[in-house]
């Protein structure tokens, strides 16, 4: 087995859960992922589905005081849930950086983004404010910020919204991380800027040959960036494989349903987009069987009362399904439609 075949990333078995309120919910419930040394997977899901709180407890980012996490995290040589306080923060920016989904809501206000940017440069290196300085120039002129000087002594809220997430992904690379996590990194921006996040985000990670986990909702953007795609929901993965396999050839319910759902070419003027009836569970009281059973078309009585364990269909592609066969030909109905 070559260093290339070793996943960066080895997450089995992960559980988060919030104990916060009432009852306890359990956002994230036994996910399983790997993820190579320059390879994108994306997380793609509803609200709620467990995504994001996947991605944030990679770097342990959740209150440990309302916050139980089970099972194994590994990056690297990092056993992340062993990780003491100290190595943590020697952790966060230099192994494992994230860029967040509303940058004018994670950088700090009361400080120019050049400076947040040199801060962290000089807190995991050992470099002069001069020499961080030119780095931080150099960064933004790598994510194409016009003005690259004048923008470093600008504070977050005096730059555009495509402007600050550029700024964003210069401060997440600042420290030459290995693996890139994002959540949503381009929800807020409009469609044009969207495309030129995406692009540069790919760029960069080809470049650089970075590990990523990308996190979204919009399948478009999962084809555009990932190699791999993780469809999650109620804190599971259900469905994983190829990015071009999943899309042309979905055997999860579920992600067909979020496949029929998008607007698209072949949809005809005027016609309506189709809609997925029923709303998630609640992750306080999850349902003994197979979460999405109570919003399928193809459910059975097995379906409620036991969750399926996770079907081979292809080498790297699976789904958490008793009835794959039901969903591929319902999917290559829907492509000859």
């Not at 809501?105 to 940017?117: F, H, K, R, S």
């Not at 000089?122 to 002129?141: C, G, K, T």
């Not at 997925?276 to 379906?303: H, M, T, V």
Request: hydrophobic share 45%; glycine share 8%; aromatic share 4%.
């Amino acid at each position: 087995m070559t260093r290339e075949d070793i996943p960066f990333v080895d997450i089995r078995g992960l559980t988060v859960t919030f104990t916060a309120g009432r009852k306890p919910v359990r956002a994230v419930d036994g996910v399983d992922l790997q993820v190579r040394r320059g390879e994108v997977v994306a997380l793609i899901g509803e609200s709620g589905s467990g995504k994001s709180v996947t991605l944030r407890s990679l770097l342990r980012l959740h209150t440990p005081r309302h916050t139980q996490i089970g099972g194994h995290m590994r990056v690297g040589e990092h056993d992340v849930l062993d990780l003491s306080p100290g190595a943590l923060a020697d952790y966060r920016g230099r192994v494992a950086s994230m860029i967040f989904q509303e940058p004018l809501l994670a950088l700090d206000p009361v400080y120019t983004v050049g400076a947040q940017i040199v801060e962290s440069i000089r807190r995991h290196e050992n470099v002069s404010a001069a020499q961080a300085q030119q780095r931080a120039l150099a960064l933004f002129e790598r994510v194409r910020i016009p003005s690259p000087e004048r923008r470093l002594q600008a504070y977050p809220h005096e730059m555009s919204g495509g402007m600050r997430q550029r700024a964003m992904i210069a401060l997440a690379l600042a420290c030459q991380p290995q693996l890139l996590l994002a959540d949503e990194p381009t929800t807020a921006l409009d469609a044009t800027v969207q495309i030129q996040i995406l692009l540069l985000l790919r760029e960069l990670q080809r470049d650089l040959g970075l590990a990523v986990v990308f996190v979204t909702h919009d399948i478009g953007a999962a084809v555009e960036v990932a190699d791999r795609i993780a469809v999650m929901y109620a804190g599971r993965i259900v469905e994983e494989g190829p990015a071009r396999t999943l899309i042309r050839e979905p055997r999860h319910p579920y992600t067909l349903a979020l496949l029929k759902s998008r607007a698209h070419g072949a949809l005809a003027k005027g016609s309506r987009l189709e809609t997925i009836g029923g709303a998630p569970p609640d992750l306080s009281a999850l349902p003994p069987g197979c979460a999405f059973a109570e919003r399928c078309a193809w459910a059975q009585d097995a379906c409620r009362q036991q969750a399926p364990e996770p079907v081979v269909l292809a080498p790297g592609h699976q789904a958490r399904c008793f009835r794959t066969e039901a969903t591929a030909a319902a999917a290559s109905a829907s492509a000859q439609a």
